[in-house]
């Protein structure tokens, strides 16, 4: 595949509910880029990640996934896919070895292969005490780590967050963002969702302002300092000078 | 000062307690029959209307003839009102189990109650009385047209039978109270929970299952009443001055009589709260330490090869399999089937005929039994999202589904089938058909109207949806006819599968659809 195809392209998306929730959104990921994308409550971000993931189809707009258009072709766009929720999706009656197995097998990846994939990851996640319990007595920490893992068994090229970080310790946080920004230095996309401004801050090579489903800014973070006219501020005074204009404006 | 300072610090009364859980119990039944949607209600209360409506006339059928020409505390009406009286109870005992079961295990507000000031014996005993409440409410609502219709045409002494349904409920509730304690203490709570919930479900069906099995074998027929009439049964039965008449005479207006036994039983409900009460909150608290114990699987360290479908298949079966109050749910329908397989080893070789009544049980049972384990796999999937989001076409996670269904199915009903061939061969052939269609309709329903639910929550399915509720009744119900009739060479098998062939094709076409 050309290297300069981005990994997620969307163009003209919308999606209404009761009102828009997406309201013509563009946006470019390129390969290889940590992309936040951060907005207010409502802003549609959810829904955005969702429509990427093959969860929801949007009422207009184009969904390209590393060159495949996945409104068209959904099943091939998820195979370089993975999708994370806020809310941990997972089975309490399996333990995280069962689970990984599942996943493996959901997207077809060779026994073996992912049985080495699987162990290193639960290595990585600090999950190997615990391999081989159900996950029914996880706290909610321990079960984000078994669905992130889950979402990383089948090496995506393309990976969606949505508040990833939620409910997990610093610790725990800390393994996750060193994971992350690993699987970045390896080629992979991550395209992010989350309040913890912090994160996007140190992590995100590009980051997008979405509010009222439509995109009002996108770039570096010192491209958005600029943007707001905060100069050496931090990510969440930009954020919020950004929306608040917006709203101005409207 | 807030204004809601006063009212908020008098609120830790009993009477106020007691409110706030009618409010609750009120509101999850009107929630529950309404599916959660707003603005049912007029069409709720027209439902119940009806319903009584409908149940009155069931028993005005049933007992008005009895009680037009006047009833006689005789042998065989004690007998028959004490069997019903055993019936009701054993119901009532089934729903208190389940209820106070709940009531130590459910986290919906007990976090909220106990981190509160309020005492948690006042709150828990209130918790129990509203339960014995709720229990005869039920009952009562089932039993209460007979009362009535008994009360119009054979005097007012019969409206004690209320009385009687108070106490029992008050019993009832004692009883499970008392067995899930002490369960409590020697199991421990993990096991607690499963044992209460699946002897609840078994005292619920235990009844009526014991006494068609003992119909079967004292008379060969296969009514749950016929054992009452029999004259062995009559003749066995003790004097009119027996205890175990009490409740039928009491039921009948004896006022004495009716005044014992409401005084046994809420005195008892009384005593077990007092002597129980002081450690439901250390119950609770145990309980919630359950939901964070480690279970350690073990077997497997390596992973198999396995295609998608198979994949999936795997992980139906391994859920069902480890939870076992799910299992003891949904096999709680086979329960129903050992009357007939009792009658299948009483004609074995001989009667023949006698084995065509086993041909409808088998093929309801297996159109419910696949209904149950397709809302499972399907609405009740607990990473819906995982799974949409995987590069496997929604048409091969539904056929999977499906499989997984009807080999569970299978591995079930089977062996019956198997049996029912080697003593008749040809209505073996017909029940195989029968469960294959059943099953295959129950599933499909569930597939047209799936949503997203909590497999916990597997014991109110019906609230999904109404519409598959009752399409995957009577589809269960009209295919065991279609086989009966079928396995009994009679014409009429071909319009009533015709018919449910047009309620499926009708189910269909109001299947609601899918969100894109």
Known sequence: MDPSTPALELRGLVKKFVRPAVDG?????????????????????????????????????????????????????????????????????LTPFEFLEFVAGLWSIPAEIAEARARELIGWLGLEPHAHERCQSFSKGMRQKVALAGA?????????????????????????????????????????????????????????VIDK???????????LRSRAGHAGGSLEDVFLELVARENDAA | MSQFATPISR??????????????????????????????????AAVAVAFAVLIHMLAYYLVAPYAEAGIVPDPETLLMLTGGGFLACSLMLSQAMESVTRAFYARSDLDLILSSPASA????????????????????????????????????????????????????????IAVTIVMFRSLGPKRTRFISQVVSAVVGAGFVIGAQVAAILSTGKFSRLEIFRSEDIVAAAPGPASLLWWPARAAMGEGVMLAVLLAFGLGLLAAVIAVFSANFGDHVVAASGEAYESTRQRGRERFRPASVKRVLRRKEWVLLRRDPWLMSQTLMQILYLAPPALLLWRNFGDDLGGLLILVPVIVMASGQLAGGLAWLAVSGEDAPDLV??????????????????IVAVAVVIAPLVLALAFAAPRIAAVAALGVAVSAASGTMIQIWFRSQAKRSTFHRRQTSSRIATVAEALSSILWAGTAALLAAGSWFAGPVAVLVLLILAGTWAIRPRQAP
């Open chain 1, 25 to 93: 959104l563009d946006l470019t990921v390129r390969t290889g880029e940590f992309y936040a994308l951060l907005g207010p409550n409502g802003a549609g971000k959810t829904t955005t990640l969702r429509i990427v993931a093959g969860l929801l189809k949007p009422d207009a707009g184009q969904v390209s996934v590393l060159g495949i258009d996945a409104l068209a072709n959904p099943v091939a766009a998820k195979r370089d896919i993975a999708w994370v929720a806020d809310e941990p999706m997972i089975y309490e009656k």
């Open chain 1, 152 to 208: 990383l068994v089948h090496e995506p090229r393309l990976l969606i967050l949505d508040e990833p970080l939620t409910g997990l310790d610093a610790g725990s946080a800390r393994q996750v963002k060193e994971l992350l920004s690993e699987r970045v230095r390896n080629g992979v996309s991550v395209i992010l969702t989350t309040h913890i401004l912090e994160v996007a801050e140190r992590m995100a090579g590009r980051i997008g």
């Open chain 1, 213 to 223: 489903g439509r995109l009002i800014a996108e770039g570096t973070l010192e491209e």
């Open chain 2, 11 to 44: 609120s830790f009364g009993i009477a106020w307690f007691g409110r706030h859980e009618l409010r609750l119990f009120w509101r999850d039944w009107v929630s529950m029959m309404t599916a959660g949607k707003r603005g049912r209600e007029p069409i709720l």
């Open chain 2, 121 to 176: 014996r006042r709150v828990f005993a209130v918790r129990m009385i509203a339960i014995a409440l709720a229990t005869t409410l039920l009952t009562t609502v089932l039993a209460g047209p007979f009362i009535n219709v008994l009360a119009f045409y054979d005097g007012p002494r019969w409206l004690a039978g209320y009385g009687v349904l108070l106490a029992m409920g008050a019993l009832a509730t004692a009883f499970a």
């Open chain 2, 388 to 405: 949409a989001s995987a590069p496997v076409p929604e048409r091969a996670v539904l056929t999977a589904k499906i499989e997984a269904v």
